[in-house]
């Protein structure tokens, strides 16, 4: 949403210890552990069915660029290979740890073409399998769908396994008959960040997810996203390729044409972006003098997060955690938008918002204030979004230009790009920039 390039220092933070992951059944890895085993930049990918010289005109210098071929938003071929490399290799978001929170709880979520399976045992470790049963493939849970149970069983056939994978019992088999381990679930590296679910559905070869988000570390650490109670959720069904919407959020150029509500609260022409290095792209904005947070009259009905700083209680910082996730860092409450891609042209966007306990917890309390506000800045957001898409879907459309203040989305361009061409999906940053928070 930033639209300004002024950068400057991110000062040092010490990791909270917000994260932990687990590569598979016993086998959880410490912050510390997973930071020393590098980054997931050496994920690499096929290449993608995109026309070599408009990925050159995309990948080439900020300010000499163009969008990607409208392929990469309209071709179904494009869209299958971003589910099975994208979405389906290395780490993607698959939900809220609040919704599997408790031994037994049990959730599905669409990753890459399949979906997979969470589930936290019994000594309270979050796991993460394919969500198709070993006997004949069933889905273990519809995805989308929750179950708490002892157990993980197959509604086909009954085959019933423990929370931590391993098969417990297979009908009509003498016991004993199948080894519970040859047969046991299929087990994906998981890992809990600041509230959030990520899988890496390549098995572990994208590497840590701490080493990818080692610099967003600290923008994100003062806003405990992970302390904080969801208290309104919606769920969008755009008729639009979801890196038109991440594109979108990456740049506040529209906003004067199209968020009047949020122009009066925010200054479109504000704030830095971060020159970031992992996998992520953001930046922050200023309130207006006299605006408490975004919010329709700018006033909030809460008070501010503990522990921000007086620069963070006057910004709001935009971040997209890559493939699928846009966190929104406000002085009061945490909003974040979850990206599940349905088809080139649709894509269903899950929406929430998040408060400190002790505020959600009094008398009267009512988040319709933040609520309210990005509702219909969403909307008005997936209206010019889906008119994106119709334009680049006729057969005169071509790659454009980038706006002086677009270099967020010439990031999120590029590493798109990077990826299409079999390289790792990593933002390097703008050349010899120095990151900064605001200040």
């Known amino acids: 949403m930033?639209?300004?390039?002024?950068?400057?220092?991110?000062?040092?933070?010490?990791?909270?210890?917000?994260?932990?992951?687990?590569?598979?059944?016993?086998?959880?890895?410490?912050?510390?552990?997973?930071?020393?085993?590098?980054?997931?930049?050496?994920?690499?990918?096929?290449?993608a069915p995109v026309d070599p010289a408009g990925l050159a005109a995309a990948l080439r210098p900020f300010g000499a660029s163009t969008t990607l071929p409208p392929a990469a938003y309209v071709d179904p071929a494009v869209f299958?290979?971003?589910?099975?490399?994208?979405?389906?290799?290395?780490?993607?978001?698959?939900?809220?740890?609040?919704?599997?929170?408790?031994?037994?709880?049990?959730?599905?979520?669409?990753a890459g073409t399949g979906s997979v399976l969470l589930a936290r045992d019994d000594a309270g470790t979050l796991r993460a399998f394919a969500n198709t049963c070993r006997h004949?493939?069933?889905?273990?849970?519809?995805?989308?769908?929750?179950?708490?149970?002892?157990?993980?069983?197959?509604?086909?056939?009954?085959?019933t396994y423990d929370l931590d994978g391993g098969l417990r019992f297979a009908a009509g088999f003498p016991r004993g008959g199948l080894d519970p381990l040859a047969w046991g679930l299929t087990a994906l590296p998981v890992a809990e960040w600041h509230g959030l679910i990520f899988v890496d559905g390549s098995g572990g070869a994208a590497g840590p997810l701490a080493g990818a988000l080692a610099?967003?570390?600290?923008?994100?650490?003062?806003?405990e996203p992970e302390r904080l109670v969801i208290a309104g959720r919606h769920r969008y069904d755009a008729a639009a390729n979801w890196k038109v919407l991440t594109e979108n959020y990456h740049e506040c150029y529209h906003c004067p044409a199209i968020h009047p509500e949020l122009c009066r609260v925010s200054p479109p022409q504000s704030g830095e972006n971060y020159p970031a290095r992992g996998a992520w792209i953001g930046g922050w904005m200023d309130l207006r003098p006299g605006m408490a947070t975004m919010s329709l009259d700018g006033t909030s009905r809460v008070p501010a997060l503990r522990g921000l700083d007086a620069a963070r209680r006057r910004t709001v910082i935009y971040v997209n955690v890559f493939p699928n996730v846009l966190l929104s860092l406000h002085p009061d409450y945490v909003?974040?938008?979850?990206?599940?891609?349905?088809?080139?042209?649709?894509?269903?966007?899950?929406?929430?918002?998040?408060?400190?306990?002790?505020?959600?917890?009094?008398?009267?309390?009512?988040?319709?204030?933040?609520?309210?506000?990005?509702?219909?800045?969403?909307?008005?957001d997936w209206r010019a979004c889906e008119s994106v898409q119709r334009g680049l879907s006729g057969e005169h459309a071509r790659p454009g230009p980038l706006a002086p203040g677009e270099d967020a989305v010439y990031q999120f361009i590029t590493m798109v790009g990077r990826g299409y061409r079999g390289e790792p999906a990593w933002n390097h940053g703008p050349a010899g920039a120095v990151a900064s928070s605001p200040e």
Request: aromatic share 10%.
């Open 2 to 47: 930033v639209n300004s390039a002024r950068l400057g220092p991110i000062p040092a933070l010490r990791p909270p210890g917000a994260m932990l992951a687990c590569t598979g059944p016993g086998r959880p890895l410490s912050l510390d552990r997973m930071a020393g085993q590098g980054a997931s930049a050496g994920l690499r990918y096929p290449p």
């Open 80 to 110: 299958a290979w971003e589910q099975r490399c994208f979405f389906g290799r290395g780490w993607t978001c698959a939900g809220f740890s609040s919704l599997v929170a408790r031994p037994g709880d049990q959730r599905a979520e669409p």
């Open 136 to 159: 004949r493939g069933h889905e273990l849970l519809p995805a989308g769908e929750s179950a708490r149970h002892n157990a993980i069983i197959c509604p086909y056939h009954s085959w």
């Open 215 to 223: 610099e967003l570390e600290p923008v994100i650490a003062p806003y």
């Open 335 to 380: 909003m974040t938008h979850r990206l599940v891609p349905l088809a080139a042209d649709r894509t269903m966007i899950e929406c929430v918002w998040s408060f400190a306990p002790e505020a959600a917890a009094r008398p009267g309390f009512d988040p319709a204030y933040a609520v309210d506000f990005w509702d219909l800045t969403n909307r008005q």
